[in-house]
Nanobody, 121 residues
């Protein structure tokens, strides 16, 4: 059974940085990883994703140039480095696993529990 555990959320001032981590366990084979977020009263939205090789990424326009996704295979961990944070980045951030080598993934099958990011103005 796949388990995804996010960490690294917290409170930061506008302009600051945070790095979120997502540790995956119970999964073998190739998989892509995505990051999503949901702000209060809003629908969940795509933030970015990284393919199974770790070489290909894609980002939502709202975070391009500020957020970077990377993965470390030895620890089965994916990171979301968030720089130049804005109050509108405040949300619960979720990582999700897209099985296989298809890019972009057709679906994300497994989700973490989420970690809160709050950016103060």
């Amino acid at each position: 059974q796949v388990q995804l555990v996010e960490s690294g959320g917290g409170l930061v001032q506008a302009g600051g940085s945070l790095r979120l981590s997502c540790a995956a366990s119970g999964r073998t084979g190739s998989y892509a990883m995505g990051w999503f977020r949901q702000a209060p009263g809003k629908e969940r939205e795509f933030v970015g994703a990284i393919d199974w090789t770790g070489w290909v990424t894609r980002y939502a326009d709202s975070v391009k140039g500020r957020f970077t996704i990377s993965r470390q295979y030895a620890q089965n961990t994916v990171y979301l480095q968030m720089n130049s944070l804005k109050p509108e980045d405040t949300a619960v951030y979720y990582c999700a696993l897209g099985p296989g080598s298809r890019w972009p993934p057709s679906a994300y099958d497994d989700w973490g529990q989420g970690t809160q990011v709050t950016v103060s103005s």
